[in-house]
């Protein structure tokens, strides 16, 4: 480096070549001619991790192996997981059906039966028929005429007693001149003639002896109706037993072939003869109720029967029925689900209500099965973020993956609610493998956070959002990209399409050296390209066409780019890019905004004065600097002071600022660019301004690579192109970062013109001289620099601020003592 | 094809439906079923409520006991005032009764409350070309002290056609028993071809062995006049045990009876009412 030389026109020695700034895909290695020719993958390769901790989830049948896939979205985690899973359950055995019944003895509490699969919905249709039966049966029985004949036996026996009775008191009452008579209240007793109650004056002109005589009979027969009264409940009782036991015996002679007919055809399922029997029994013991509903369906006048009969309509016969809640009549293999919306009810189930005279009712056949249900036995996907979302659906998927068994409660049973009446169904034992797929601080959040996570998902299959490019991997990525396509069914891309593709994901990855493997962008990428090639008529996606996929996205998403550029080459946000200045520099920032981020230039300036050793970061004092920014100004001071002041104070206080920066600013990716811009100021070195540099910097001035390489030299360089380029123009970036970049085409075209060059740097020295065309000074034996290097400069000017630091500690001292 | 014709309104036919509503008898059903009969007729519907005049005697009387439900007790007074006042009641109660029936079935009705001797104010207040209507004993309302017997009785007497309504019935399969007059035969065909169900074709008939050749006779041909079958059933004699078994066995849900079947005497239609599986009714 020479001294003297203008600033910011740097050797363009240093500059790197053209075929640096892109790496392109070797063409002739894609021994294709389309993407049609190509064995289509189902999945990203380079998940080998993942997909090998998915395959011991998946294959671990014990406690607590289930999985938790972590990844950025996109990286295809849901289609790999569900593929592996359907090819693991095509292969097991086929899970059982579940039902519940009701449950006769206690009906808030239903039953659940297993059964084989497939003889869960043909018992339903068995019940029903049975049910179309007993509709039939049952009516016919009680109408025939040896139960009429029967039924008349028994109320003529009760009312022959009866009758003899009241028919022996009415005749005594009669044959003593006593009338029984009915009052509001009940019966009255009181002497008649000829049909008639004697009046007061009649009965006192009876003779002493008479009246005497009537009302000793009156309590005779007061006191002999009290009795028969007394009896009446419990002769009706009596005959209401044998009524009962007369109805079921006609019914079980009825229903009793139907049902042992179902009894034979279950005989290998004895919890579900169990239930037929109690079913036969519940049959028996409520007939008096199906003739109420008889009679009430017929009609019988009574006003209130309509209401009677829908009452019982729903409690008779469709108790019987079967609610089956999981039916594999038509499956093969174990359950594969996915639940996109996993809110409590989708997951384990709810209890319906139908309303009934204004009240809301329940029973068995209204429990409606959950996710976990269908998945019993199999394996069930949940987006993690989703489920966290929904009230109790976390804490209750723990709940039943620790217990093993599904048991539907409402979230009013959860927070111990009053609410309309329910049911507490017999638990299902459940037997689900759980996946769920999320982010990653989803997952150390939980891990951290949630004690039982790691107990329940023990197994992490950690998905990568990039792949190594190599020859070998550019060639699966080729097979990712034909999978894609078959999958989407879109046109087969041609050689130059992969190969723009693969370009697009190592630009995607933001490193010429890997490629990113987040199929959703990829996907929608080439979609969009299938779509601009079909509008053109060509059967086969082109590279053109690709190209065209991504300017258009790019063009999408950059009205504030656009803007920001605008308003640079209109002076409202001040950028040089031409002449040189010092104590300023032209750092880089990027600007991520939905789906693009874009780089841009940003104004940094210095100012030194004499102080104590402190850079100050004016974004730190505001509050709009990070914690990580203001880390990298901190460091700039251990440098100047490791480098320059390790004899003497480091009487320096210096001020930074990112100018016309009114929002946060994070990161330390423009440390380079402040520590130059705080030399250019010391050493009173104009810095160039048709340069921008970034970086971070340690304390020993080595450059770090950052992130966002790529878009902050198109951000400069979108700039420049607006001023003019003048073959002057660059970036500075950390050598670190060479093998990032991936730049675009007119970028990478300017630098092979001439008219753009990117630079790139291992230390702040090598910066210093790009930026200001001085030399930056190489430490003699003595340990002292060139004076007319930058770093001479800086010494001298630094032991000049010491210097005066210390006169006015003297004078101070002087000052005190007078 | 048209339902069968019944009898001629202003000739055989059935102008109001009377229903006597004493004290035991304040079920809806039958309210309600009186109601849809008199539909069925195209009648009016009345309720009589029936104060008897002994219950005013027997609240007067000293001496008289009354007897209430419940544990035994002393027999305890009347309140000649508290009667009064349960009576009123029980008529508002009867008449809302019959409002509502009346409304729900669309047919016209009024109310009236009888004080008197019964059965004869009942009676007298019952023209010929009305149907009485009363509440049959059954377990639930034992005849004990109701006024329903000595109304049927004097019914019969008066030559008045009465119904015995009793535990819920479609009246729709009704079967006929004749007896020996001619016209009461034709009159009570009258009434059960109004009740068959959706315009049915066929008709119950029993006779007792013995009946006058003619009335089978007229009775076919007065049915098939009129697009009716008549299924005749033989019964052994016309008594009250044949007749409920006959209704019993065919599913019957009414029993239209003439008059002058001599098994109605002596509290006979309330036995057969109290023991049968429908309503009877009693046409004269």
């Not at chain 1, 002679?253 to 005989?267: M, P, S, W």
């Not at chain 1, 769920?436 to 891990?447: F, H, P």
């Not at chain 1, 693009?596 to 940094?604: E, H, L, Q, T, V």
Request: with cysteine.
């Amino acid at each position: 480096m020479r001294n003297g030389s203008v600033a910011g026109s740097a050797d363009r020695t240093s500059a790197l070549a053209p075929e640096m700034l892109y790496r392109r895909c070797d063409q002739s290695r894609l021994t294709f001619a389309t993407t049609a020719e190509l064995a289509p993958l189902a999945h990203a390769p380079g998940q080998a991790r993942a997909i090998e901790a998915i395959a011991l989830g998946l294959g671990m049948r014990r406690d607590g192996f289930n999985i938790y896939a972590l990844g950025p979205s996109g990286t295809g985690k849901r289609s790999v997981i569900l593929h592996l899973m359907r090819q693991r359950a095509a292969d097991e055995p086929t899970p059982a059906d579940w039902i519940y019944v009701n449950n006769f003895a206690d009906p808030h509490r239903p039953n659940a039966i297993q059964l084989p699969p497939g003889r869960g919905g043909a018992l339903r249709q068995d019940m029903r028929s049975l049910i179309e039966e007993l509709r039939v049966a049952i009516p016919a029985a009680f109408e025939s005429e040896d139960y009429r004949t029967r039924r008349h036996v028994i109320d003529g026996q009760f009312k022959e007693r009866h009758d003899k009775l009241i028919s022996a008191i009415e005749q005594r009452a009669k044959a003593q001149g006593v009338g029984i008579i009915r009052t509001p209240m009940g019966m009255g007793l009181a002497p008649v003639r000829n049909g008639e109650v004697l009046a007061p004056e009649q009965f006192a002109q009876l003779p002493a002896e008479e009246q005497e005589r009537l009302q000793q009979e009156m309590e005779a027969i007061h006191q002999q109706l009290q009795e028969v009264m007394q009896q009446l409940p419990r002769w009706e009782s009596e005959r209401r037993a044998a009524v009962r036991d007369l109805n079921r015996e006609i019914i079980r002679f009825a229903i009793g072939h139907l049902i042992q007919a179902l009894k034979e055809r279950y005989a290998d399922l004895p919890d579900v003869t169990e239930h037929l029997k109690v079913v036969e029994e519940d049959l028996a013991e409520n007939a008096e109720e199906f003739l109420l509903q008889r009679a009430a369906m017929a009609g019988d006048g009574a006003l209130e029967a309509p209401v009677r009969g829908a009452g019982r309509e729903a409690g008779t016969f469709d108790r019987y029925l079967v609610n089956l809640i999981v039916d594999h009549a038509n499956d093969t293999g174990a359950p594969v689900l996915e639940e996109d919306h996993p809110s409590l009810s989708n997951l384990i189930g709810r209890i319906e209500h139908r309303s009934m005279f204004g009240t809301l009712v329940t029973d068995f056949s209204l429990i409606m099965p959950g996710a976990l249900h269908k998945a019993n036995g199999g394996y069930l996907v949940l987006d993690a973020r989703r489920l966290l979302l929904q009230p109790f659906a976390w804490d209750e998927l723990k709940r039943t993956m620790r217990a093993r068994e599904i048991r539907i409660r409402s979230a009013p049973d959860l927070l111990s609610l009053p609410s309309a009446s329910t049911l507490d169904p017999e638990p299902i034992p459940c037997d689900v493998k759980v996946v769920l797929t999320g982010d990653r601080l989803l997952y150390y959040l939980l891990s951290e956070y949630d004690p039982e996570f790691g107990e329940l998902f023990k197994v992490a299959a950690d998905f990568d959002d990039e792949m190594a490019r190599s020859a070998d991997s550019e060639l699966a990525y080729a097979g990712l990209i034909a999978g894609i396509a078959s999958r989407e069914k879109l046109q087969p891309l041609d050689r130059g399409a992969v190969a723009r593709m693969i370009e697009h994901g190592a630009r995607l990855a933001g490193d010429a050296e890997r490629l990113s493997v987040r199929l959703e962008g990829i996907a929608d990428l080439m979609r969009e390209a299938d779509h601009y090639a079909r509008q053109e008529g060509r059967p086969v996606t082109a590279a053109a066409d690709i190209q065209a996929a991504i300017d258009a996205q790019i063009r999408r998403a950059s009205r504030i780019r656009e803007r920001v550029l605008d308003e640079i080459a209109r002076g409202v946000i001040m950028i040089d890019s031409a002449g040189a200045k010092v104590g300023q520099v032209n750092g880089l920032s990027v600007t991520q905004l939905g789906g693009i981020a874009f780089g841009r230039p940003s104004r940094i300036t210095a100012r030194v004065r004499l102080g104590k050793g402190e850079v100050v970061d004016i974004e730190r004092e505001v509050e709009l600097g990070g914690p990580i920014h203001s880390k990298g100004v901190l460091i700039l001071a251990g440098f100047l002071g490791g480098r320059f002041a390790r004899r003497r104070p480091l009487a320096l206080s210096a001020s930074l600022v990112f100018e016309q920066s009114y929002g946060g600013v994070e990161g330390d990716s423009a440390s380079m660019a402040e520590l130059c811009a705080i030399l250019s100021m010391l050493a009173g070195v104009p810095i160039g301004q048709n340069l921008a540099i970034t970086g971070s910097v340690n304390q020993n001035g080595e450059s770090q690579p950052i992130g966002g390489v790529n878009e902050k030299i198109e951000g400069f360089f979108d700039v420049c192109l607006r001023a003019g380029l003048d073959g002057r123009q660059g970036v500075v970036i950390p050598a670190a970062n060479v093998k990032h970049l991936m730049l675009r085409q007119d970028v990478v075209d300017a630098v092979a013109a001439g008219r753009f060059a990117v630079h790139a740097v291992a230390g702040v020295d090598q910066a210093m001289e790009i930026l200001t065309g001085v030399e930056a000074g190489v430490p003699d034996a003595a340990g002292k620099y060139p004076p007319d290097s930058v770093n001479g400069r800086v010494e001298a000017e630094l032991a000049a601020l010491a210097d005066r630091a210390q006169q006015f500690a003297v004078g101070e001292r002087k000052g005190d003592r007078a | 094809m048209s339902p069968p014709a019944g009898p001629r309104r202003g000739e055989d036919g059935i102008d109001r439906l009377v229903v006597a509503l004493d004290l035991a008898a304040q079920d809806m059903a039958e309210i309600g079923m009186a109601a849809d009969l008199a539909a069925r007729f195209g009648a009016a519907l009345e309720g009589i409520f029936i104060e008897d005049a002994n219950l005013f005697r027997l609240a007067a009387l000293p001496v008289a006991r009354q007897i209430a439900m419940g544990p035994p007790t002393a027999g305890s007074m009347f309140d000649p005032a508290q009667l009064e006042s349960d009576l009123r009641a029980l008529a508002r109660r009867a008449e809302d009764a019959v409002s509502i029936a009346a409304k729900r079935a669309g047919v016209r009705w009024s109310f009236r409350a009888v004080r008197g001797a019964v059965p004869s104010a009942v009676i007298a207040a019952v023209a010929s070309r009305d149907l009485l209507v009363l509440a049959a004993p059954t377990r639930a309302r034992p005849a004990l002290g109701s006024l329903g017997p000595l109304l049927c009785r004097a019914a019969l007497e008066a030559e008045r056609s009465f119904a015995l309504l009793s535990r819920p019935a479609g009246l729709q399969r009704p079967l006929v028993v004749l007896g020996t007059d001619a016209r009461l035969a034709i009159a009570a065909l009258g009434v059960a071809s109004q009740l068959l169900a959706g315009g049915g074709r066929t008709l119950d008939i029993a006779l007792a062995a013995g009946t006058v050749d003619g009335i089978e006779a007229a009775a076919t041909a007065w049915l098939r006049e009129r697009g009716i079958e008549p299924r005749i059933r033989r019964v052994a004699a016309a008594t009250v045990a044949q007749i409920q078994q006959a209704a019993l066995s065919a599913g019957n849900d009414a029993l239209i009876l003439a008059a002058d079947l001599s098994c109605l005497a002596a509290g006979g239609a309330e036995s057969l009412a109290a023991g049968s599986p429908c309503p009877v009714i009693v046409v004269r």
